[in-house]
């Protein structure tokens, strides 16, 4: 019996969305074949997640907790991540593929001589291995491909699995772990815009994403009403994000954050190969724009052909009718 | 300051692709910079004409490669090394750091940068192993540098906002392509890269252990994306269509 071991990334307070959805996949997995699901929470309070992560059928939880990770730091990350590879030595180590996951998984998988797959779109167990899919070529194709290994490594793409509560009663094993900041020669100075209360482009549910057709302060307001009434996470295209009408933690595409919503209403976005790149893994596409021809509507599932100052404002109007 | 560049040649994601029983067909004589790489050159650059210094660019790749090194010479880089490999190799993110970590090992340098992932694979480990390999402190995703007495001051896009990290030198730093707008040579820049110093290694006279060049990772195939149907298009009335889309997604989609 192997053991196939989840990180659980912890945000503002609240577990990753990506994290359980990793989580439920290996616990699917370990189910059907016969090896142990088993978490790793590595945080400021470790233990006040434990709770949330055996609901999804971890039957181990590790946690590592302490007051160096009350932001993201990669060396005493990559310490912990190693001492949990030590204790747990899992044959498959999952995380969700989120920033702060890019900015460890080589470094990990370099400091653990693990073979390594990062931003998957499907795995499965072989033999001795992984099989996995990854969007390449600015995900205009896939490529199969397998990692062989006594320790693999492996990031999945927000929304790639569903979660799955599958409860369980998990032993719990802390481990000992002490960071001396005199070790860190990076010194983080400051976090600029952390979100608060804003809605997680990676996690959310819902986005309104604005594009170069939206630029000026009535587009903008628009926008931002269409994504209260939907309670969803903004976003942007590079020409706003470069323009500097939105921030650039907002950019959705290639070179911004990659996203899968249940529904992606993209406003004024023409659907440069980039920004579909980020998003086209979305379940409902909405696309408005005036240009019948703008090739974000040859992947939308519905798209208005129309001047967006025209039709958002009915549009939010009967979307706060259904919201009633 | 000395700034090493590693850069990689990649085939141009904008180019027309096929699949032809698993394997990639593609238009070979499109080979270019990675984009992300790109961008590291133009950081270097930017921060050498500065603050003084020098740029060297290194690759690993086949000998056509040779043409995105000219590129980097003549964007204004001072000089390159080669790294020759066989044209057709199955090195994974791991082979190329550990190669590179060979080459460092006897090198002096204060910052080494990279693209945060090449443009053909997307995998974004290689910067993060190199450094740990070198054992530098590191950041990945950078969206702006700037040097300030001694440190590398890294903007690096995180999960919940802009991190703003100080690196002491030697350190490695991998960049985004959000940060600049990298030049595009000039016909002197272009005269110029052809009398700029490249040396060339082979990757087989390197002191590279073995078993580090067979990878853990394989490609084993290509397949086509199942391509997302285009769906409904409507137009008319502004009203009538907000009406109409705003119903389709509550009942039909279930996504209100």
Redesign the interface.
Same mark, same amino acid.
């Given at each position: 019996m192997s053991t196939l071991l989840t990180h659980i990334a912890v945000s503002d307070g609240k577990i990753k969305r990506s994290s359980l959805e990793v989580l439920s996949r290996m616990t699917q997995l370990a189910e059907s074949n016969g090896h142990s699901s088993e978490a790793v929470i590595i945080d400021t309070n470790a233990s006040n997640y434990v709770d949330e992560v055996q609901k999804y059928g971890a039957s181990k939880v590790y946690t590592i907790s302490d007051p160096i990770f009350e932001n993201h730091q990669n060396t005493p990350l990559l310490k912990a991540l190693s001492k949990v590879m030590d204790e747990a030595n899992p044959f498959v180590f999952g995380f969700g593929s989120t920033e702060g996951t890019k900015d460890i998984l080589g470094a990990l998988a370099a400091n653990t001589d693990a073979a390594v797959l990062s931003d998957v779109s499907e795995f499965e167990l072989i033999d001795g291995g992984i099989k996995a899919t990854r969007p390449v070529m600015a995900a205009k194709i896939l490529s199969d491909n397998e990692a062989h290994g006594d320790n693999i490594l492996v990031s999945v793409r927000s929304g790639s699995y569903d979660l799955n509560e599958s409860p369980t009663e998990a032993e719990v094993v802390d481990i000992d772990f002490s960071f001396d900041e005199g070790d860190l020669k990076a010194t983080l100075r400051e976090i600029i815009g952390a979100s608060g209360d804003k809605i997680d482009l990676s996690e959310a549910e819902t986005i309104v994403a604005a594009g170069r057709g939206a630029k000026d302060d009535e587009g903008q307001e628009l926008v931002e009403e269409l994504a209260s009434v939907l309670n969803a996470a903004l976003g942007a295209s590079r020409a706003l994000t470069e323009a500097g009408v939105m921030d650039p933690s907002l950019q959705i595409g290639q070179t911004g954050k990659v996203v899968s919503p249940q529904l992606y209403i993209a406003v004024g976005i023409s659907g440069a190969i980039q920004h579909v790149a980020g998003m086209a893994n979305s379940k409902v596409i909405v696309a408005i724009n005036k240009d019948p021809d703008a090739p974000i509507f040859d992947i939308a599932d519905y798209g208005i052909v129309g001047d967006l100052y025209k039709v958002l404002p009915p549009f939010i109007e009967e979307l706060k009718k259904i919201k009633e | 300051m000395k700034f090493y560049v590693c850069i990689k040649q990649v *085939?141009d994601?904008?180019a027309p /692709?096929q /699949?032809k029983d698993?394997n990639?067909i593609q238009d070979t004589d499109r080979m270019v910079l990675n984009a992300y790489d790109a961008s590291a050159v133009e950081e270097a650059l930017v921060l050498t004409e500065e603050h003084g210094g020098e740029v060297e660019v290194v690759l690993v790749g086949p000998e056509k490669a040779k043409e995105t090194i000219r590129k980097a010479l003549a964007m204004g880089a001072d000089k390159a090394t080669h790294i020759t490999t066989e044209d057709e190799v199955d090195y994974d993110? %791991?082979v190329y %750091?550990n190669v590179l970590a060979t080459f460092f090992e006897d090198k002096e340098y204060d910052i080494i940068s990279c693209g945060?992932q090449s443009?053909?694979?997307?995998?974004?480990? %290689?910067?993060?192993?190199? %450094?740990?390999?070198l054992n530098l402190?590191?950041?990945? @995703?950078a &969206?702006g540098l700037s040097i300030e007495d001694e440190n590398l001051?890294v903007?690096?896009?995180?999960?919940?906002?802009?991190?703003?990290?100080?690196? *002491?030198a030697p350190?490695l730093v991998t960049c985004? @392509?959000?940060m600049n707008e990298p030049r595009i040579p000039s016909l002197k820049g272009i005269m110029q890269s052809k009398r700029k110093p490249m040396e060339t290694i082979a990757l087989s006279d390197m002191n590279v252990d073995e078993s580090v060049l067979s990878a !853990?990772?394989? &490609?084993?195939?290509?397949?086509? !994306?199942p391509a997302?149907e *285009?769906?409904? =298009?409507?137009?008319g009335e *502004?009203?009538e269509?907000?009406?109409k889309?705003? =119903?389709?997604?509550?009942e039909e989609?279930n996504?209100?």
């Open positions: - | *085939p994601v904008d /692709i /699949i698993g990639l993110s %791991a %750091a945060k443009q053909d694979t997307d995998a974004g480990l %290689a910067g993060s192993m190199l %450094a740990q390999h402190s590191y950041a990945t @995703n &969206v001051v903007k690096r896009q995180g999960d919940s906002g802009q991190e703003i990290i100080a690196l *002491p350190c985004s @392509n959000d !853990k990772t394989q &490609v084993t195939g290509y397949k086509e !994306k997302r *285009p769906g409904q =298009k409507f137009e *502004p009203d269509l907000a009406e889309v705003a =119903k389709l997604l509550d989609e996504v209100i």
